[in-house]
């Protein structure tokens, strides 16, 4: 229902007449406060009435409407709005803190597209951005959201990639490069062919993400859903014992008259019921945690839930893939060795060829590669093994391409020369190795000694490639141990035996990976290279794959936590120690306990709101790096 009036006027209001009251007597008092009561409090009448309409009886808007209620027919006219008053200044610091975190995470979901300009028999037409097909082309002006993933065909753009990957410098594009869906072109113009359909790109697939994050808990959010199942009753229940029975048997006992008694005892219960509310802790909690994942996203890494941030806090093992998370996954093909009567341009030929149906770097590598005159068309058949290769069947004979592992288990005899990153194969018959680089992320190294200030102890490499590449790279990188030439259910084994007595952060981006980022205590994967069961898999993306995104995931996962451990501890100390005051009749005055409990809740929404607020990482310097 839409209100009559805003929050902020019925604050203005409830302040104006309270000062104006202070200066009346009599009668007059009696009639502004009413006035007062209907104008500020009543949504929450209305609210409360719904709160019994539904039979959820102990919700805060039922209790501050008895508290209100009550302490005006006790005649605290002036307590009575001033409970309201209070309340309407919490709920609306709440509000607004709730919008701030949703803004940085709607931005998020504002990336979604809805049309593109496609090519169409040499026409451009404006359609769905649904309706694009893998393939097609498409062009793209400035000012213009990318409708979905595609690689540039011609010309030459600046293109906005805040929206998906959080980095604030946009970069140039031109012929081959791939772009996400869901970044903007800031000047020029490209045509681009489409490399996924609009819901497998990647703007579809961060809103899957977010909104997934909503659904998990912390621990420290579910605490506090049952701490306030529990604590509500338990409070009402004292309060109306206090009220209700307590005065009688004072009475019974003669300790006084019972209409004075029950007077007095009365307004000590309602005093508590307000204090019974446990707003402060029921808000700023969960806002704590929403307001880390916001801030999170807006630095270009996405948790999926509230308990996935806190899992990332105190990692003591950091286990890394090599290929495509350490490295760029921008291979290049080095050299090739075909066996004795087979052709060069052949053995590439196969290997393109049946590389076609996967999107493993190394296959997008040798596609790139392969000039040669045979056409590439698809393979009849197809299947991809994860860390392993793939195998391709054209023209009723069967390739492999693969690691030593595919080759051997498929009954190839492979001679002791076979060496190299892929290794070929057809009809069992070894047809020679292929040597591929690739290049060490830059900012890796740095990335890994910023883990270790924070108080990681170990790194482990696991990886599928070859022992002799990844052992050098490992040294390079500062890791501890090295394991290389490793399967999905060795990386599998390795990841069970370092998370049985270590809090192990796991970072990967392939398919081989997706098993072992679900296992790891958490699981973090590169959304731009990463695979989609890799991302599927993990507890958290880093959309722009920056390496040291991963410090600063680790930095917000302990900012957030703090902020969430101090609300509990400040909201419950508080109100403990209210609680103790007015029972004990140090202050019975209704003032005193709203000020103690609206005063919680806006600290509490303050400080929770500081989560919001990214701890920013410092960019990787040139040189710092080889320090
Ligand atoms: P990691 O990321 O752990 O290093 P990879 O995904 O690169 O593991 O796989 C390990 C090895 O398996 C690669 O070095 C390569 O030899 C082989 N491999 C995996 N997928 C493919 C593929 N699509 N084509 C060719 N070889 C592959
Ligand atoms: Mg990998």
Redesign the pocket.
């Known amino acids: 229902m839409k209100l009559l009036i805003s929050e902020r006027g019925r604050i203005l209001l409830g302040v104006l007449g309270l000062a104006v009251s202070f200066h009346l007597k009599g009668l007059p008092v009696l009639f502004l406060t009413a006035a007062l009561m209907i104008f500020v409090g009543y949504p929450v009448f209305l609210d409360a009435l719904r709160g019994i309409l539904r039979r959820d009886l102990l919700d805060e808007k039922f209790l501050m409407t008895v508290a209100s209620l009550g302490a005006f027919l006790l005649g605290e006219y002036v307590e009575g709005v001033g409970v309201l008053l209070f309340f309407t200044v919490g709920e609306y610091f709440e509000h607004r803190a709730v919008a701030r975190s949703r803004g940085s995470i709607r931005a998020l979901m504002d990336i979604r597209p809805d049309s593109a300009t496609v090519l169409r028999f040499g026409e451009e037409l404006r359609v769905d951005a649904d309706e694009v097909a893998v393939g097609e082309t498409i062009v793209l002006v400035a000012g213009e959201r990318i409708p979905v993933d595609c690689r540039v065909l011609s010309g030459d753009a600046l293109v906005d990639t805040s929206a998906v990957s959080g980095e604030s410098i946009p970069v140039r594009a031109s012929c081959g490069r791939e772009l996400l869906s869901g970044c903007v072109i800031l000047d020029g113009r490209l045509t681009a062919e489409a490399i996924a359909e609009a819901d497998d790109s990647a703007a579809a697939r961060i809103l899957e993400l977010v909104e997934e994050a909503s659904d998990n808990k912390a621990k420290q959010e579910a605490f506090i859903t049952k701490f306030s199942r529990v604590y509500t009753p338990l409070v009402v229940g004292f309060a109306a014992l206090f009220g209700g029975v307590l005065p009688l048997i004072l009475a019974l006992c003669g300790v006084g008259e019972v209409g004075a008694l029950y007077l007095e005892y009365g307004k000590r219960a309602l005093t508590f019921l307000v204090v019974s509310c446990p707003c402060a802790l029921v808000i700023s909690v969960p806002l704590s945690f929403f307001g880390g994942i916001g801030g999170a996203a807006s630095a270009g890494i996405l948790f999926k839930g509230g308990n996935r941030l806190s899992a990332i806090a105190h990692p003591t093992v950091v286990a890394m ?5 350490l490295t760029k996954g921008e291979f290049s093909l080095l050299s090739l060795s075909p066996a004795c009567g087979v052709e060069q341009e052949y053995l590439l030929w196969a ?1 393109a060829m ?2 076609q149906g ?1 999107r ?4 997008l590598a ?1 596609r790139r590669a392969y000039t040669g005159e045979k056409p590439l068309s698809p393979p009849d058949a197809l299947h ?7 195998v391709a069947e054209f023209a009723g004979r069967a390739f492999l ?6 080759l051997t288990e498929n009954g190839v005899a492979l001679p002791d020369s076979a060496e190299g ?3 070929v194969a057809e009809e069992g018959r070894y047809l020679g190795a292929l040597t591929l680089g690739d290049a060490v992320r830059p900012e890796a190294k740095e990335a890994i000694s910023r883990l270790r200030a924070l108080g990681v102890r170990r790194f482990v490499m ?5 022992p002799a590449h ?1 052992e050098g790279v490992a040294h390079a990188l500062g890791f501890d141990e090295c394991f ?3 399967l999905p259910e060795g ?1 599998y084994a390795h990841v069970e035996a370092l998370s049985e007595h270590e809090s192990l952060l796991f970072v ?6 997706a098993p072992v980022l679900a296992r790891a205590d958490v699981g973090v994967a590169m959304g731009g290279i990463g695979s989609d069961a890799a991302i599927e898999a993990a507890d958290a993306v880093i959309l722009s794959d920056d390496l040291l995104h991963l410090p600063q995931a680790v930095r917000i996962a302990r900012k957030t936590l703090r902020i969430a451990q101090e609300n509990i501890v400040f909201a419950l100390v508080v109100k403990l120690a209210t609680l103790a005051l007015i029972a004990s009749g140090v202050f019975s005055n209704m003032w005193f306990a709203v000020f103690a409990d609206v005063g919680v809740a806006v600290i509490a929404i303050l400080n929770a709101m500081r989560a919001m607020h990214t701890p920013r990482s410092k960019p990787c310097l040139e040189g710092e790096t080889n320090g």
């Open positions: 893939d090599k290929t495509g998370t290997a049946a590389e996967s493993h770097p190394i296959a040798l991809e093994y994860a860390g392993r290769g793939v391409v693969g690691n030593r592992a595919l990153t892929v290794l696991l990886t599928g490639d070859s990844a290389a030439a490793l990386k990967g981006d392939g398919m081989n990976d």
